[in-house]
C-alpha cells in the first residue's frame, strides 16, 4: 500500500523509518518532511496543516493509509475530512483531538471518568484567576494555556508572584495567542514523570511500552520548558504493577468515557503521568505519538507498524499482541544554541553519514532541511540521537558516543538522558 505520513519532525522521520521495514508498505509520502525522511520516502512539498493540499494529494497518488503526526492538523479535523472523502487515516477525529486541543476538556473528562490528576480551575478572565490565586496559600502552582501551545504553554510557579506574572503573559499580553484565551491553573504534583502510550480502535486499548521524557532545557530537569530534549524506553518508573493500573485507571476508562459520550476515540492515546505518592496521576493527555518519545519506541517495536496502524483504522486490535526488542533505547536530542528561545538558523550538520547503515544507532531528523547540498540546522530541536543498548547503561553510553561524532555550531544537548533510569537499575 502507499502510506502518507502527515508532518516533518523527528516523530515523522521515526513513523516513516519504521514503516519503510512493514511488509506491506510499497511507497511512502511525508509532507513536508525532512532530509532525514527523504532517506526512506518521498517528500511532498505540501504544510502539515494544508489539508485541501493533502487531501488532494492522497487522492491522486492512491493513499491507502495517511498517517498524521502532529497534533495540529488532528485538532483541525484532517481525520474527519480524509474520512468523508472515503480514505483512510490514522488518528483522532476533531472532537475527539480535543483531548489535547484543550486542557479544559480534558480536565472535564478525567473529573467524570475519574481520572486521578491534580485539583484545577477554568478561568478567562485574568482579574478572576489573580483573585482565586491571591486568596490560596503561598504555594507552587502549575499555569496551562488551555489550547496548543507547542509544549511550552505549561508554566510552574513558584508562588503567587510568579503565577500573577504567568497569568499576566497568558491571559493579557497573549504570549500564545488564542490557544491563551483560557487558562486552566492546578495544584502542583510532586513525583517522577513518565510518558504513557497506548493505540486503540475506540474499543481495543493496548499499551505501548513505557518511556520517559525530559521537558526542561537544563540538566536535572531545570530551566523553561521545551518540546522534550530526550526520551528512553522502557522506564523503569512504570512497573508492571503501575502500568496495569494505568490502564485500569486512566487509559480504558478515557476511551470508554470519550465512547460513552458519543466521541470515538481512535489512534495514538497518549498519557503524561506523574508518579506521585499517592499513585499515577495525570498530567496531560496527547492524541498522537509523542515526540522524542516515539524515536526509542519505534526503535524497539518489533512489530510491524503499518500492519498495526491499519487494524486500529480498521477496528481490529482485538486480536493483536505487541511485540518488542528487550533492549533499552535512549534518545539524546541536538537542539540550538539559544533554544527555546530564539536560535540561529543555517549551520551545516557534520557526521550524520557514521551513522546512515546502522540499525542499533539511528539519528532521526527533526528540525534539519537541506541548502547547497549540505544538511543544515532549521529548528530549535534539530536531531535525535537515538540508541539500543543491552542494558539501559549501554543505551545510554551508545547514544552519547554518537553525539561526539555529529556536530553543528552552537549544538546543544542535555547529559542527564536516562539517568533516572540508570540510578533505578543500580
Not at 521495514?21 to 512539498?45: L, M, Q
Not at 495517511?66 to 481525520?79: A, D, K, N, Q
Not at 481512535?266 to 509523542?290: H, Q, S, W
Not at 544537548?413 to 543500580?426: C, E, F, M, Q, W
Request: charged residues 25%; proline residues 5%; glycine residues 10%.
Amino acid at each position: 500500500m502507499n502510506v502518507l505520513i502527515v508532518g516533518g519532525g523527528g516523530r515523522e522521520h521515526a513513523l516513516s523509518w519504521k514503516l519503510s521495514k512493514s511488509k506491506d508498505v510499497k511507497k511512502i509520502y511525508i509532507a513536508p518532511g525532512n532530509p532525514g525522511t527523504a532517506e526512506v520516502g518521498e517528500n511532498v512539498d505540501i504544510k502539515a496543516d494544508d489539508i485541501d493540499g493533502l487531501l488532494k494529494f492522497a487522492k491522486e497518488n492512491d493513499i491507502a493509509l495517511t498517517i498524521v503526526g502532529p497534533e495540529l492538523p488532528l485538532t483541525l479535523g484532517i481525520v474527519d475530512i480524509f474520512e468523508a472523502a472515503g480514505l483512510k487515516a490514522f488518528g483522532p477525529s476533531k472532537k475527539a483531538a480535543q483531548l489535547e486541543g484543550s486542557k479544559a476538556f480534558s480536565k472535564e473528562l478525567m473529573a467524570k471518568c475519574n481520572i486521578p490528576t491534580a485539583a484545577y480551575k477554568k478561568f478567562t478572565d485574568a482579574d478572576e484567576a489573580s483573585e482565586y490565586v491571591n486568596a490560596l496559600d503561598d504555594k507552587t502552582l502549575v499555569i496551562k494555556a488551555d489550547g496548543l501551545a507547542a509544549g511550552k504553554g505549561v508554566i510552574i510557579c513558584e508562588g503567587k508572584k510568579e503565577a500573577f506574572e504567568a497569568i499576566e503573559l497568558i491571559l493579557t499580553d497573549k504570549e500564545f495567542g488564542e490557544a491563551g484565551s483560557s487558562i486552566v491553573i492546578e495544584e502542583f504534583l510532586l513525583g517522577e514523570e513518565a510518558s504513557f502510550l497506548a493505540i486503540t480502535d475506540g474499543v481495543t486499548v493496548i499499551p505501548l511500552a513505557p518511556a520517559q521524557d525530559h521537558k526542561p532545557i537544563f540538566d536535572d530537569d531545570k530551566g523553561p520548558n521545551t518540546g522534550g530534549m530526550g526520551a528512553y524506553s522502557p522506564a523503569p518508573v512504570l512497573t508492571k504493577e503501575l502500568q496495569e493500573h494505568v490502564m485500569d485507571t486512566v487509559m480504558i476508562p478515557a476511551v470508554k468515557g470519550m465512547a460513552d459520550d458519543g466521541i470515538p476515540y481512535k489512534g495514538i492515546l497518549y498519557a503524561g503521568l506523574m508518579i506521585t505518592d499517592d499513585g499515577p496521576k495525570v498530567l496531560e493527555f496527547n492524541c498522537r505519538f509523542g515526540d522524542p518519545e516515539a524515536q526509542p519506541l519505534l526503535l524497539r517495536l518489533t512489530s510491524d507498524l503499518g500492519e498495526l496502524l491499519l487494524k486500529a483504522v480498521n477496528g481490529q486490535l482485538s486480536d493483536v499482541t505487541l511485540e518488542w526488542d528487550p533492549r533499552p533505547a535512549v534518545c539524546v536530542v541536538l537542539s540550538s544554541k539559544g533554544y527555546p528561545g530564539s536560535y540561529e538558523k543555517g549551520d551545516i550538520i557534520t557526521g550524520l553519514e557514521k551513522f546512515s547503515h546502522s540499525e542499533e544507532i539511528v539519528v532521526f531528523h527533526a528540525g534539519t532541511s537541506r541548502a547547497h547540498g549540505k544538511i543544515v540546522t532549521s529548528g530549535g530541536r534539530v536531531l535525535g540521537i537515538t540508541a539500543l543498548g543491552e542494558d539501559i547503561e549501554k543505551a545510554i553510553e551508545n547514544a552519547y558516543n554518537a553525539v561526539k561524532e555529529v556536530n553543528f555550531s552552537g549544538a546543544y544537548h542535555r547529559t542527564d538522558i536516562g539517568k533516572k533510569a540508570l540510578n533505578r537499575s543500580r
